[in-house]
């Protein structure tokens, strides 16, 4: 089982649709997790932290469940320009020390 | 001001060869991390360093030589580069290596760097 696990997607979806992904883990002693995005041939950059509460950034909703080691990220009123790659990214303990693992990504279209 | 950054951006090479790739960053952390993306997208990671300090070494083959002189800088030489070594290399910096009290453990990337071997 992978680490970290996404549905790689393409999600192609109309311009203000609602659109979620999903992403499981399987360390459960990871500790802090995150949604990064990735442009195409750019860097990943961080899209938001996920706490165990749940969060809200605008159209952006991270929800954490410890329980079900799942991680899911809502967008809400998608627009063209939210069109990327979404990197589901978990840091935790290991054998080498603390690290980030990253997820496949689970790429979204946007389209008009 | 760019946070982190990369030298050179892209880097096409023949097989055999060796080369370096740096890294800076101006945001005054204290860790910095290499990692590979293959032409599958997936992004691994590498190296990690804390205080010059190497504290993470993910079974990368030892052409690969990580080197700290300073918090600010982590620079990636590569021997004898071989066909597989073809992907996008991203420097990356955290303040802390995981959160504690409060701590932040957000990784920055830099813009990475393209490396071709040929």
């Known amino acids: 089982r992978k680490e970290v696990e996404q549905d790689p997607g393409p999600f192609n979806v109309p311009e203000g649709a609602t659109v979620a992904f999903n992403c499981t883990y399987s360390n459960s002693a990871s500790q802090s997790f995150f949604w990064y995005r990735q442009d195409c041939r750019k860097e990943p950059k961080l899209l938001m932290s996920v706490y165990s509460s749940g969060n809200e950034d605008g159209r952006f909703t991270a929800q954490l469940n410890r329980a079900s080691q799942y991680i899911s990220l809502l967008i809400r009123d998608s627009k063209l320009s939210d069109s990327a790659t979404y990197l589901c990214?978990?840091?935790?303990?290991?054998?080498?020390?603390?690290?980030?693992?990253f997820g496949t990504g689970t790429q979204l279209k946007v389209e008009l | 001001d760019t946070a982190v950054s990369q030298t050179p951006k892209y880097l096409v090479t023949q097989m055999g060869n060796d080369k370096s790739i740096k890294c800076e960053q101006n945001l005054g952390h204290d860790t910095m991390y290499w990692y590979k993306q293959d032409s599958k997208k997936f992004l691994k990671i590498m190296f990690s360093?804390?205080?010059?300090?190497?504290?993470i070494n993910e079974t990368v083959p030892n052409r690969f030589s990580p080197k700290s002189p300073d918090k600010a800088h982590l620079n990636l030489h590569i021997n004898s580069l071989e066909l597989g070594d073809s992907a996008v290399y991203f420097c990356a910096s955290s303040q802390e290596i995981l959160e504690l009290a409060g701590g932040d453990d957000t990784q920055y990337f830099g813009p990475g760097t393209r490396l071709t071997v040929l």
């Open positions: 990214v978990v840091n935790g303990v290991t054998g080498g020390g603390n690290k980030l693992t």
């Open positions: 360093y804390n205080n010059k300090e190497l504290i």
